[in-house]
C-alpha cells in the first residue's frame, strides 16, 4: 500500500527532507516556549512535524506527537472541529504505519461518521477519511470489506474530483495493490500503469508518487510473472527511491526487499538473499523487529530460502514469524496464514510430515472460508498440502489436489504463469510416484516447455524439470525393457 501522503517541498531529497525536519522541530519548540502547548499555531506545528516523521518512518514519535495533538483539539476546539478530524486522522494513518491497524480502523470510523453528518457523503475530505479507512482494514486483515471500500470511494472521487486528482491517484494505487495480493493481477496492472503515466505526466519522474506507482506497477508484473518485465522496472525503483528519499525510508526498504523477491523468481538465489539480509537489517533498525514490514521481509527471506533448497534455514526463519505475527496480528489474518503455509511447506521438505500436513489442512480450511477457495494464497495451500500427501505416499489424495490446483491456476492465471507451471511440474511428480510413467512423462514436457519458453532455459526451476523428466523417460525405458524381456 502506498504510505502516508508526503508533506515536503519540493524538489525532495533525504538532504531537503532532513532540514526540513529539522525546522518543524525547533518550531515546535519555540511554540511550545513562547505560545504554550495547546496555542493553534503550536498543534499546527506539530501536526507538520508528525507528518514529516510519519512520511520518514519514524511512526512511533508521529505518534507520540499526534496523540498529544489529538487530546489538545478536542480540548480546545471540540471533537468536531476540522482541526481535531484531520489530527485524529493523522494519528488513525500513524498507528497504521506503527503496525496499530485496529486502532487506526477505529479512529477512521469515528472520524468519518463524524465527517459524513457535517460535510456529506461526497466531499473530499469524507471520501479521503473512507480511503483510509479502508487502508486500516486491509491492514486488520478484512480483506472483502477494504476492496469494496477502495471500490466505492475511488468511484465517487473520480466523479466528483475527476481520475487525476491526487486523492483519486492515492486510492487507485492501494486499490491497484489490493488487486495484485487478492490475485486480480491484470486489474492491478491496469490501475498501476494508469497512475505511473497520470503522475510521471503531473509530478515528474523523481516525485515519491511516482516511484510509489513505480514500484506497485513492477510487483505487479513480478506477480504476472513478467520477470523481463519487472526486474528493470523494480531495479529502477529501488535505485530512485534512494536517491530521492534515501537508503533508510521505508519506501526504499521496500523496495529493495521487492527487488530481492524478484530476483528470487529468477532463481538469483544468493543476490536475492544478500538483499532480503539487508533490507531486514536495515527495517529492524529503522522501523522494530516487530514491525509489519519487518516480519513482511523475514517471511520472503525464509521463501527464497526454501527456494534455494535450504528448508531448514527457512523453518528457523519461519517460526519466530509465525509466532510473533499470531501475537500481533490474530491467527486468521492473511500474513499469518501465509507463514503458516510456508512453515508446513519447509516442516514437509524436511520430513516432518505429520507436522506439516496437521498445518496444512487447518491452513487449507481456513483460508477457504476467510479468503475463498480462489485466492492466490488458498491455491498455493492446496498445492503445498498435496505435496506434503504426496511425500507421505498418499497419492491419491496428492493426484486429486495437484489436479484441482492446477485447473485452477490455468483458469485464473493462464497456461504459462509460474505458479500454473509449477503445478504442473507438481502433479508430474505426483504421477511419478504413482507409477503412472506415461502422464508424468507428459506434464513435465509441458512444463520444461513452458519453464523454458517463460524463465528461461538456465532457470533453476528449468533445470529441476528437465533433470526430473529425464529420470522419469529412464524409469519408463527400463520398465519397458523389463517387459519385452519378459520369460513366456
Not at 505518534?63 to 488513525?92: F, I
Not at 506439516?356 to 477457495?373: F, K, P, Q, S, Y
Request: hydrophobic share 40%; with cysteine; proline share 5%.
Amino acid at each position: 500500500m502506498e504510505g502516508a501522503r508526503d508533506p515536503f517541498r519540493r524538489p525532495v531529497s533525504p538532504t531537503a527532507m532532513a532540514a526540513q525536519t529539522a525546522e518543524l522541530e525547533q518550531a515546535v519548540e519555540a511554540d511550545e516556549e513562547n505560545l504554550g502547548a495547546k496555542h493553534p499555531g503550536t498543534l499546527t506545528a506539530r501536526a507538520a512535524l508528525a507528518r514529516c516523521y510519519l512520511f520518514s518512518g519514524r511512526s512511533a514519535e508521529a505518534v507520540t506527537l499526534l496523540e498529544t495533538n489529538v487530546l489538545a483539539c478536542e480540548d480546545v476546539l471540540g471533537p468536531d472541529h476540522a482541526d481535531t478530524l484531520q489530527s485524529r486522522n493523522d494519528l488513525a494513518v500513524s498507528y497504521r504505519s506503527a503496525g496499530r491497524a485496529a486502532d487506526a480502523a477505529a479512529l477512521h470510523e469515528q472520524n468519518l461518521s463524524i465527517q459524513e453528518r457535517l460535510l456529506g457523503a461526497d466531499h473530499p475530505g469524507t471520501l479521503v477519511t473512507r480511503s483510509n479507512l479502508a487502508s486500516a482494514l486491509w491492514a486488520v486483515g478484512s480483506t472483502s470489506a477494504a476492496l469494496a471500500a477502495y471500490q466505492r470511494t475511488l468511484a465517487e472521487q473520480e466523479r466528483v474530483l475527476g481520475p487525476e486528482h491526487a486523492d483519486s491517484t492515492h486510492t487507485r494505487g492501494n486499490l491497484a495493490s489490493a488487486y495484485r495480493a487478492d490475485g486480480r493481477i491484470p486489474e492491478s496492472i491496469a490501475m498501476h500503469d494508469q497512475n505511473l503515466a497520470i503522475r510521471e505526466r503531473a509530478l515528474g519522474a523523481d516525485d515519491p508518487y511516482t516511484l510509489s506507482s513505480r514500484h506497485g506497477l513492477a510487483r505487479a508484473f513480478a506477480a504476472a510473472g513478467r520477470l523481463v518485465d519487472a526486474v528493470p522496472l523494480q531495479r529502477q525503483a529501488a535505485a530512485d527511491r534512494e536517491r530521492v528519499l534515501g537508503a533508510d525510508h521505508p519506501d526504499t526498504l521496500a523496495s529493495r526487499s521487492g527487488l530481492a523477491a524478484v530476483y528470487s523468481s529468477a532463481g538469483w538465489f544468493p543476490d536475492a538473499i544478500a538483499l532480503f539480509e539487508s533490507a531486514i537489517a536495515d527495517a529492524e533498525r529503522v522501523l522494530g523487529a516487530d514491525h509489519p514490514d519487518t516480519l513482511a521481509f523475514r517471511n520472503d527471506l525464509a521463501a527464497t530460502y526454501q527456494q534455494a533448497g535450504r528448508p531448514s534455514k527457512a523453518i528457523e526463519l519461519l517460526e519466530p514469524t509465525l509466532a510473533n505475527r499470531e501475537r500481533l496480528l490474530g491467527p486468521e489474518h492473511p500474513d499469518t496464514l501465509a507463514s503458516r503455509n510456508d512453515l508446513a511447506a519447509a516442516y514437509a521438505r524436511t520430513g516432518r510430515l505429520a507436522d506439516a500436513i496437521t498445518l496444512h489442512e487447518r491452513n487449507v480450511a481456513d483460508l477457504e472460508r476467510l479468503l475463498g477457495a480462489d485466492h492466490p494464497t488458498t491455491l498455493t495451500s492446496r498445492s503445498n498440502l498435496a505435496a506434503a500427501y504426496g511425500r507421505a505416499d498418499r497419492l491419491p489424495e496428492a493426484i486429486a489436489l495437484h489436479e484441482q490446483a492446477l485447473g485452477d491456476r490455468e483458469r485464473l492465471l493462464g497456461p504459462d504463469h509460474p505458479a500454473t507451471l509449477t503445478s504442473c511440474n507438481n502433479l508430474a511428480a505426483a504421477y511419478a510416484r504413482a507409477g503412472r510413467l506415461r502422464e508424468a512423462i507428459a506434464y513435465y514436457k509441458r512444463a520444461l516447455a513452458g519453464r523454458k519458453r517463460v524463465l528461461g532455459a538456465d532457470h533453476p526451476a528449468t533445470r529441476a524439470t528437465r533433470e526430473a523428466l529425464v529420470r522419469v523417460r529412464d524409469r519408463r525405458h527400463a520398465a519397458l525393457l523389463s517387459f519385452r524381456h519378459r520369460p513366456s
